[in-house]
């Protein structure tokens, strides 16, 4: 099971059964605010939803194709970060996140997004990450750039956001980028 401590305040880790009841209130908590975001909000009506997303991460996870990790700050679960892709051939991970809308604006994901980069180059020995963002998402597009990727390009229409298509801007870090940091 992965458990990363990020600092003294943050820890990822695997989310368990015992999680999907807190995923569940601070996902029907956020909601406003993540629907603009994010697809999947609409589709998360019960714990029971929750519980089926935890169990999907362990598949991916147990596959070595993707990693999901709750959020803990100070022990209390606040939101999902991970890779929502690893491509192992061509050593590159899509990182994803999400932080429940009382937890916004305390570096809480940067300072995971700064951990999971590292954790991809240094323990998984990948190549490239990729974070995309959504085109006017400017609070999840200052993760990125405070930390340093490259705005490599915008994909037009890359996402179906319930009832329109939304842009996404793609940012990229290299490990030999990383390493100059």
């Avoid at 400017?138 to 037009?156: C, D, H, M, N, V």
């Amino acid at each position: 099971m992965f458990i990363y401590d990020v600092d003294e305040e943050i820890s990822i880790r695997m989310l368990a059964e015992k999680d999907a009841k807190r995923l569940f209130e601070i996902t029907d908590h956020s909601r406003e605010c993540l629907r603009q975001w994010l697809p999947w909000v609409d589709h998360t009506r019960t714990v029971q939803d929750s519980l089926t997303f935890i169990q999907a991460g362990f598949k991916t996870y147990n596959e070595r194709t993707g990693l999901t990790a709750g959020i803990f700050y100070n022990n209390i679960l606040v939101g999902v970060a991970g890779f929502n892709n690893i491509d192992w051939q061509n050593r590159i991970a899509y990182i994803g996140y999400w932080l429940s809308i009382d937890y916004q604006g305390r570096g809480i994901m940067t300072r995971v997004a700064r951990a999971l980069t590292d954790y991809a180059f240094y323990e998984y020995e990948l190549n490239r990450i990729d974070i995309r963002v959504a085109y006017k998402n400017t609070k999840s597009q200052a993760i990125p750039e405070r930390l340093g990727f490259t705005q490599e390009g915008l994909l037009r229409q890359t996402e179906w956001l319930y009832d329109h298509f939304v842009d996404h801007i793609v940012y990229g870090m290299l490990k030999n980028d990383w390493n100059k940091q």
